[in-house]
């Protein structure tokens, strides 16, 4: 029989990455999407009307992480191996004007979905989507697994109770339940209002004439920034193992918000300086300055080193990007995923 796996949030960035690494491994891959008027699965569409025999293990079912009800008939009904838990409202800035939803999906859903299981009595093991924003006031250059948290966001104390829980729920019931404590990685489907792809789309609005300027906050927050592809990998590996470990996933590397802007225009032959307007409405009450991950772990014991850093990154998101809007890519991000991965299990950008 097919393994089964049951993916939260599968029509994000991160699942629909997710469900292809499964579906590649001969998976049988479930789904949970929130209800509105349509799907929202433009991600996953590659797969769901393409030519191929994926679409057949592939399946969607309506659900909510507010709605214990409802998770615990999925669950029954699915039965499956592997939970992967990547349901989040994941936009810091978002969450200081919806607090509330944002503790409801990202702190209480993670404490529905680990009793749900315990209720129903799912032999799965359990990923949680974690995230490096649990730093927040960092205390160290670069953060591991034993590094103090300091939450500056509605959304990273959400996170943080929903970290805790899984580390309760695992010593209090015996559960096979892990944290990837990911730092920020990034891809052609990261959502338009995240800092890297309102660059990379910006400039290709730009080349394309339908955009004069691109308007950013705060450009000095310095980050650890990965390819979003390589990091679901890691996310299944965290599952393959023989007891639940937590682990802190980044590439090592820190590059501020300004250097990326700049890599990014380089890039595309323009002058940042004559396309970048800055406005305060952007900013947050309270910012995290740095983050840089310490992944010492995660190359020891899952043998897991990422491919594509932050130089590479620019290039492989401003290429989509260009090529989104029908513009002919610089093309040198195109050539480094054909070099790097000739054999890609990923499907369009």
């Not at 010593?171 to 990837?180: I, K, S, T, W």
């Not at 996933?249 to 032959?269: L, P």
Request: net charge neutral.
């Amino acid at each position: 029989m097919l393994k089964k796996a049951l993916i939260t949030g599968i029509s994000g960035q991160d699942g629909s990455y997710l469900a292809e690494f499964l579906l590649s491994k001969g998976y049988e891959v479930h789904g949970i999407v929130r209800r509105a008027s349509s799907f929202h699965t433009t991600r996953l569409d590659h797969i769901r009307f393409g030519h191929d025999e994926r679409k057949e293990r592939l399946f969607l079912h309506y659900g909510d992480m507010t709605d214990s009800s409802n998770l615990n008939r999925v669950l029954e009904k699915v039965q499956p191996e592997e939970i992967y838990n990547l349901a989040a409202q994941s936009h810091v800035q978002i969450s200081f004007e919806v607090p509330e939803y944002s503790a409801e999906v990202d702190g209480l859903g993670v404490l529905r979905l680990l009793d749900a299981i315990r209720e129903t009595k799912v032999k799965a093991r359990f990923y949680q989507a974690s995230t490096s924003e649990l730093y927040g006031k960092v205390s160290q250059p670069r953060q591991d697994e034993k590094s103090p948290f300091h939450p500056r966001s509605p959304y990273a104390a959400a996170k943080l109770f929903g970290y805790w829980t899984v580390v309760n729920y695992r010593e209090a019931y015996n559960l096979f339940a892990c944290n990837g404590i990911l730092f920020n990685h990034e891809s052609p489907r990261r959502g338009e209002n995240f800092i890297t792809r309102k660059v990379t789309l910006g400039i290709a609005q730009i080349l394309a004439g339908k955009l004069d300027y691109i308007t950013m906050g705060n450009m000095n927050a310095k980050r650890d920034w990965g390819y979003a592809p390589e990091y679901v990998e890691l996310m299944w590996k965290m599952l393959q193992t023989g007891r639940p470990v937590d682990y802190v996933v980044g590439t090592g590397e820190q590059h501020s918000v300004r250097e990326f802007i700049e890599a990014a225009f380089t890039y595309a032959g323009l002058d940042w300086s004559k396309y970048l307007k800055t406005d305060p409405r952007f900013l947050r009450p309270t910012e995290v300055d740095e983050l840089c991950a310490d992944p010492a772990r995660a190359h020891e014991e899952l043998g897991w080193s990422p491919q594509v850093k932050f130089a590479e990154l620019v290039k492989v998101m401003l290429d989509a990007d260009m090529r989104a809007l029908g513009l002919k890519p610089v093309g040198a991000g195109d050539a480094l995923l054909m070099k790097l991965f000739p054999h890609r299990w990923w499907g369009p950008d």
